[in-house]
């Protein structure tokens, strides 16, 4: 499969949108989760992103040997969009560093905003009101409305189910081409929930969790139980 050639005119549209940035409170930690289908808890590593030799397969947000480290802002969210039953489940909760500083791309619809607030994320709606404040050209005003409305839009290609080829090529135009080009780096996506329609995920690039992420908690539970979790390791 060649993805340019098979995804035609799309690649270069999202280029040009990658300057449009949201805010995410660092107050808040994103939680990880994995199946327990490895050995050694201890190594951290297993816990993080895929590394580039084993991101072998097409994610929601990443095309191969592109990894990303794949979050949400919400531990039973997390859980239940790895799509297992009666396994064992690792999850993890990841705190960012004072330090950090990550420029967020928000993919969603204004039906997700009861998420969005909840963890002080701006909101459409949000940025319909300062986009109208904007002092400059009517050019420009007209160019971000449209950036916004096309975020918005785009945000169904990562609800499509067992079909990851629009969204990966979304997730690599904004996380790795943009390192590319002249344009600002994007370091995180927030898309909303598969299995949730009040819940948003964040996707970010691996150099940005090295940097700003820390992990602080470890739980290990049946994904069939959500409330049964036992704390395993903690910083």
């Known amino acids: 499969m060649n993805f340019w050639e098979d995804f035609g005119f799309f690649k270069n549209s999202v280029v040009s949108m990658s300057g449009y940035c949201t805010q995410i409170d660092h107050s808040k930690p994103i939680y990880r989760a994995r199946k327990k289908d490895f050995k050694n808890i201890d190594d951290h590593k297993n816990l993080t992103y895929v590394p580039i030799e084993k991101c072998n397969k097409t994610g929601r947000a990443n095309i191969p040997y592109h990894p990303v480290f794949y979050g949400s802002f919400d531990p039973a969210c997390a859980v239940t969009e790895i799509n297992v039953n009666n396994e064992a489940v690792i999850l993890t909760e990841w705190q960012w560093k004072e330090r950090a500083k990550v420029r967020t791309k928000l993919f969603a619809k204004i039906e997700h905003s009861g998420s969005l607030k909840r963890f002080n994320i701006q909101t ?15 050019e420009k005003n007209y160019m971000i409305k449209e950036m916004l409305n096309n975020s918005a839009h785009l945000s169904e290609l990562f609800l499509i189910k067992d079909d990851y080829f629009a969204s990966a090529i979304l997730g690599y135009e904004e996380l790795y081409r943009t390192r590319l080009s002249i344009v600002e780096n994007t370091d995180a996506i927030i898309y909303p929930s598969i299995v949730s329609k009040h819940d948003v995920n964040i996707a970010i690039h691996p150099e940005i ?16 139980d959500l409330e ?7 910083s």
């Open 124 to 138: 459409l709606e949000e940025y319909i009101d300062a986009i109208d404040k904007l002092k400059g050209p009517i």
């Open 209 to 224: 969790v090295d940097e700003y992420l820390e992990l602080k908690k470890i739980w290990e539970l049946n994904s069939s």
């Open 228 to 234: 049964d979790l036992r704390l395993i390791w903690e």
